[in-house]
């Protein structure tokens, strides 16, 4: 307990972040999007080694995912492709007006992951894309482009002993990284929307840096009856922000406070979570709200929440050595909630292997 | 754990409260991002309601004061991607190309008002006052110099975006001055009445605020030009050498001719910048160089 007020504390001291849009995460577990992003205190997956490393340390048996594809992409990028490629084309001035308001943003990242007793490891690729128009009268925009690859290594202990009462366990968790990225994502002034061309995207892609970053958090687990069990977490990822050489965009850092209730009865489980997200940053307290809840049976999983004040829904199948998931959710994309939502729909796939 | 997330939470920043009157970062960004949503639906309205507040207030900034332009220029029918396309098709920008190529942008009712002529100027002083940090005003070229947002009529003073901005709100405000004034006919979009401002006694008013908005955009004319696609930038080159050519020596013959020589100026005044600056007076060099601004547009516009 004590390493944990001393973390807060050391925390308490940092500088404040003031967001004033959307928190770009390392990992997006498609069950934890479709549950809102409400994760925190009941990632039981390979998902904590992202959300919380302090809950791997229930995990008992040994769970191996490769090949794992996650496709991201924002509705109004699906609804219109044909219309963002000709963004970069030669199209007359006047033609813009009609991408102001329009959200093009997609993801797409391969993983692999090994999860095991007190432990886990996972590999990651992510490119992500985004060109967003505001505002006609005075044209304002936002471009991203952003290729991150890595690993990061996590792990769990209890730290109860045995001689505690056996309904009660307080786990620690840490987790380290070493990840590489080009670009990121920056404004774009008038001159720069007017002269847009491709080359300004894969420009951003060409520096890789190098960045080492460490995560730290808390699981608190208790048993309310042989079938409940109460959770709360607390996480810090990217403490101090992992900055990379080369000046590219760093991963913020975020400190999420959570809990959940998880009910299980044989193949039946059930989930309810609340996380609140970005405890030291400024940002609306709507923008930090996450709630969560999943029924799971033995090869299907359905999920809904409500991330920030949006929301969130999928549904997830396990089929022998595959797991497929389909999620759709909403981002904010200002700092005051209700303000910029961006719909997105989330497409996952993995061939996997549990023991 | 729970004593732990009490703690943590009471260490965090404050929360965004909707409530206070002072504001805070995220009510600034979210302001502005509001603005910005508005504006991508030309809810020009709601968009000024946004942000007036903030603008009205001490925690004004040049982001809300570029948004306030946007704003305004919102209202004064400034849609760049629009102009910008259709000025690369226009013709004769080196005569009266420019002119019938404003009217055509921006006609304009003055009954019942459209208001394009106010929210251009308003925009104007919104944008003039996005100044560069650290810049000492000088009080015979500021503007709204009791407000909280002060402005300066010197380009070199205020931030580049502002300049830029300040063509697309002159180009409203000359456009719809001139339709109302000039009522071009609709074919040709050539002038079939004079403008009137042709005295000192006859500027103070529009004939003040056209040419203010005539010098404020060659003003901007210079840095807008570099940063343009190469479509409009040949248009901006013809225009500039025309005002290069024309403007100064307009502003001297009103001082030496409609004037009499009661006033003296061999260019056009700094002040004059400002359209609140014409007294009316044969004796007010920003009258009489106004006066020899129409009576320029009155000869090319034909």
């Given amino acids: 307990m004590r390493i944990l007020f001393l973390w807060i504390a050391l925390w308490c001291g940092a500088e404040r972040e003031v967001l004033a849009d959307e928190f770009h995460s390392l990992f997006r577990s498609p069950r934890a999007q479709a549950m809102g992003n409400a994760f925190t205190a009941v990632a039981d997956d390979e998902g904590a080694i992202f959300y919380n490393a302090a809950n791997l340390a229930g995990n008992r048996g040994f769970g191996f995912k490769f090949a794992a594809l996650s496709l991201d992409l924002s509705n109004d990028l699906i609804s219109s492709y044909t219309n963002f490629q000709t963004l970069f084309g030669n199209i007359d001035i006047s033609s813009l007006n009609k991408f102001v308001g329009q959200h093009y943003y997609g993801r797409g990242g391969v993983y692999a992951s090994l999860i095991g007793p007190g432990f886990g490891i996972s590999a990651i690729y992510d490119l992500q894309v985004g060109v967003r128009l505001k505002n006609t009268a005075f044209p304002q925009g936002t471009l991203g482009a952003q290729r991150t690859y890595g690993t990061q290594f996590a792990f769990g202990i209890p730290l109860l002993g045995k001689g505690k009462k056996k309904s009660w366990d307080l786990r620690f968790g840490m987790a380290g990284k070493v990840l590489w990225r080009a670009g990121g994502y920056s404004g774009l002034t008038l001159t720069q929307i007017l002269t847009l061309d491709a080359s300004q995207l894969t420009n951003k892609l060409e520096n890789y840096g190098i960045g080492l970053g460490v995560d730290m958090g808390f699981q608190l687990v208790h048993d309310l009856s042989p079938l409940v069990t109460f959770l709360a977490g607390l996480s810090g990822t990217d403490l101090g922000d992992t900055s990379f050489t080369m000046g590219n965009d760093p991963q913020k850092s975020n400190v999420t406070a959570g809990v959940g209730l998880r009910y299980k009865a044989g193949d039946v489980k059930a989930l309810l979570s609340y996380d609140y997200a970005h405890l030291l940053d400024s940002w609306d307290w709507k923008n930090k709200s996450h709630l969560g809840l999943e029924l799971g049976f033995s090869l299907l999983k359905l999920e809904l929440g409500m991330n920030q004040t949006y929301v969130s829904y999928g549904a997830g199948l396990s089929l022998f050595l595959v797991s497929l998931m389909y999620v759709h959710y909403t981002e904010e994309q200002s700092g005051i909630s209700g303000t910029d939502p961006e719909g997105r729909t989330l497409a996952y796939a993995a061939v996997k292997f549990d023991l | ?227 343009s696609p190469s479509s409009v930038r040949g248009a901006y080159q013809t225009i500039t050498s025309y005002l290069l050519s024309g403007v100064d020596t307009a502003c001297a013959l009103g001082c030496a001719v409609v004037c009499a020589g009661a006033s003296s100026c061999t260019t056009c005044p700094a002040t004059l910048r400002s359209r609140a600056s014409c007294t009316g007076l044969t004796t007010d060099v920003n009258s009489c160089a106004a006066a020899g601004l129409a009576k320029f547009v009155n000869s090319s516009w034909i």
């Fill in chain 2, 1 to 227: 754990m729970a004593a732990a997330i009490l703690f943590i939470t009471a260490c965090g920043s404050p929360g965004y409260d909707a409530t206070n009157t002072t504001a805070n970062s995220i009510l600034i960004f979210g302001a502005v991002d509001q603005v910005n949503t508005s504006l991508s639906t030309q809810s020009c309205t709601a968009a000024l309601a946004q942000i007036q507040p903030l603008y009205d207030s001490i925690n004004t900034n040049n982001q809300i004061r570029l948004a306030t332009a946007a704003s305004y220029g919102c209202a004064a029918k400034v849609n760049i991607f629009q102009m910008l396309s259709d000025l690369s098709k226009a013709s004769d920008l080196g005569g009266s190309g420019l002119w019938k190529y404003l009217v055509t942008e921006f006609p304009s009712v003055s009954s019942p008002d459209d208001k394009i002529p106010t929210a251009a100027g308003l925009g104007t002083d919104a944008a003039m006052s996005a100044v560069r940090p650290g810049t000492l005003f000088v009080p015979a070229v500021e503007v709204n110099a009791s407000s909280k947002n002060p402005g300066s009529l010197i380009y070199t003073d205020r931030v580049g975006d502002a300049n830029s901005y300040i063509t697309f709100l002159s180009m409203s405000l000359m456009g719809s001055l001139l339709y109302r004034n000039g009522v071009p006919d609709a074919t040709t979009h050539v002038k079939t009445v004079p403008l009137p401002w042709i005295t000192a006694a006859t500027t103070v008013g529009d004939g003040c605020a056209f040419a203010s908005g005539l010098l404020n955009f060659f003003d901007g004319l210079g840095s807008i030009t570099s940063s």
